[in-house]
């Protein structure tokens, strides 16, 4: 079977579906904009096409198509949001089966998301899309504050702001002048909560809830929060389980059929849940290795075997309850110590699954730009209780310094 991915090297976790494809059996003909790949990459791909950039889409479209020369793939893939629509695009034009145009716009853009969830009937926070200054103080005025305010066909947060006054959203439409088209809508309160699923002919064979401590908008506001996503280890139990209905029930009104799904919800006090936003692709912000901590298996392997249709078993709820902790350096310049860790990892380092914090010497990153910021630990631990209490003890107790 031939497959072309999109995007293969970029983001860093797209090699490893890649790498999946390529091990299940699967020509994997890559289609980017990076140049040097990583070595397991570049032995899985059976041939790549280098376009000068991903976001071209007319450009990539008749460069693929040239490259082609007239055959026809058995499956186009990505897992970047970014090029979810290339992605339709050229199975439209192909004739390749998988998600349609349609379907993947309603993934995209968040307007006609939230119009197809709430035909379905189901709860979301009102939101008007607008496209000039005047529109979006006639929305702020009809919804009232506090609000959000973010791209139409945004991605991880980014352009995302919070704004509780006419003060607040005078500096959010300064700071989003170069985005075209925004939604203006009414903030939600409540716990911060996620649901991932694979999807075969409209079942889901998996699915996974993990929560953000705090909210994912607060951690992108505060610099000295150290953000942690948990994984629950019991995904359909009470406290999680309105959210499972709702996912499902979304993914349903946008239709769809197979294939991966990252979905964004909030929980009230009453343990109601409402639709916040989704992505008919997987997470990211390292919550595929979170997943895959928590499973305790390769879900890119399973990822694969759902888009190639080979046969894949309802895969069960998690072993283990997980967490993704993120830190943040103190200061700017390169990493020069890692205060508490070598104590954290004593007590705790047999809970470890994954030490990804950036070494002392590497210059830090911009954790405006980045959920990751200057790295992770990722850790585990049959008790959910005990995982959640470990990650807050790293999350308070380990801090990375900069200069």
Known sequence: MDVVFLSPAWPPEMARFAVALAHQGARVHGVGDSGDLPADLARSLSSYLRVPSMMREDDVIERVLNWLGGRVPDRIETNWEAVTLLAARLRGRLGVPGTSLDVALRYRDKDKMKAAVRAAGLPTAPAVRVTTLADAWRAAEHIGFPLVVKPVD?????????????????????????????????????????YEAMLVDG????????QYFPNAL???????????????????????ASGVHLGRAVN????????????????AEDGSATFGEAGARTPGAAMIELMCAAFDRDLCVDWARVALGHPVSSIGPPPFAAAAVFKRAEGEGHIVAHHGLEAFLQAFGDHVVDNALLPVGAPRRDWRQTFVGDGYLLLRHPDPAEALRIAKLAASRIQLVAR
Do not use: C, K, Y
């Open 154 to 194: 945004g991605a991880g947060g980014a352009d995302t702001h919070i704004v509780d006054s006419p003060g607040d959203l005078h500096g959010a439409l300064r700071a989003m002048r170069h985005v075209p088209e925004v939604l203006v809508e009414a903030f939600v309160t409540g716990d911060e909560l996620t």
């Open 218 to 240: 607060t951690a992108r506001r505060n610099a000295w929060i150290s953000p942690i996503i948990f994984t629950h280890a019991q995904p359909h139990g009470p406290a999680t």
């Open 252 to 267: 349903r009104a946008l239709g769809l059929a197979s294939g991966a799904t990252h979905l964004e919800w909030f929980r």
């Open 203 to 210: 079942e889901p064979v998996f699915e996974s809830v993990s």
